[in-house]
């Protein structure tokens, strides 16, 4: 049973989380205090952490550094009320593995925890492929045969996202939730502007346009 160590100071979201998750099949243990989180983080003991930044004794970015300077490799998701892009950058540079701002769905907490969980159970896992398409998960890089390209940060996220369900059909829906975290304007071009991007960068052939469903990568 996986183990998750949420780490919020104010109690009423942090016994939700708590009980959707034990709900869920999880087993969650909740502390309020940055010193305690990196404490408990560095035991071994949890299979991912669900962080706030705001935290009484020190700033969440605190135990993120501290941890990853460690060489802890434990998967963490922020989750804080904190929505400016360069908190959302700080963080990520800074070792998170995800960033969710307040208030949220716990559907898409849950989606996003699952999505981690599968990620660290093969750890070893550095480089996504596709055919001759990679992504290199440290680097944030893109490589086909004919070029290696950086990719900003939603262009990596949505990259990710197709590589990690390879031949499927995701809805505009499906990735506005995964990347963006939360719903558009349904008329909201936004999802389109990046696949645009994205193939322009890797090649517009690998990116597969099906007409009244979504997308999928393609060859």
């Known amino acids: 049973m996986a183990r998750i160590l949420?780490?919020?100071?104010?109690?009423?979201?942090?016994?939700?989380?708590?009980?959707?998750?034990?709900?869920?099949?999880?087993?969650?243990?909740?502390?309020?205090?940055?010193?305690?989180?990196?404490?408990?983080?560095?035991?071994?003991?949890?299979d991912l952490m669900v962080l706030d930044l705001g935290l009484p004794d020190a700033d969440g970015?605190?135990?993120?550094?501290?941890?990853?300077?460690?060489?802890?490799?434990?998967?963490i998701i922020i989750l804080t009320a904190r929505d400016s892009v360069r908190d959302t950058v700080t963080g990520l540079e800074t070792g998170a593995d995800d960033y969710m701002t307040k208030p949220f769905r716990?559907?898409?907490?849950?989606?996003?925890?699952?999505?981690?969980?599968?990620?660290?159970?093969?750890?070893?896992?550095?480089v996504l492929h596709?055919?001759?398409?990679?992504?290199?998960?440290?680097t944030r890089r893109a490589s086909t045969p004919e070029a290696t390209v950086d990719l900003t940060a939603r262009e990596f996220a949505l990259l990710e996202l197709?590589?990690?369900?390879?031949?499927?059909?995701?809805s505009?829906?499906?990735?506005?939730?995964?990347?963006?975290?939360?719903?558009?304007?349904?008329?909201?071009?936004?999802v389109d502007v990046f696949i645009r991007a994205l193939r322009k960068k890797?090649?517009?052939?690998?990116?597969?346009?099906?007409?009244g469903m979504g997308y999928r990568l393609g060859g």
């Open 61 to 75: 970015f605190t135990v993120l550094r501290r941890l990853r300077e460690e060489g802890s490799r434990l998967p």
């Open 130 to 138: 596709a055919g001759d398409l990679a992504l290199d998960l440290r």
């Open 162 to 170: 197709f590589l990690r369900h390879p031949g499927q059909v995701l």
């Open 6 to 46: 949420i780490v919020e100071d104010e109690g009423r979201i942090a016994s939700f989380v708590r009980k959707g998750l034990n709900a869920n099949g999880f087993t969650s243990t909740v502390v309020d205090r940055a010193g305690a989180a990196i404490d408990y983080a560095l035991t071994g003991n949890f």
């Open 106 to 126: 716990f559907e898409e907490l849950l989606a996003r925890i699952r999505l981690r969980m599968r990620s660290a159970h093969n750890a070893e896992t550095t």
């Open 172 to 190: 505009r829906q499906q990735i506005l939730s995964h990347v963006w975290g939360y719903d558009y304007d349904p008329g909201s071009n936004v």
């Open 202 to 211: 890797i090649g517009a052939h690998r990116i597969e346009t099906l007409r």
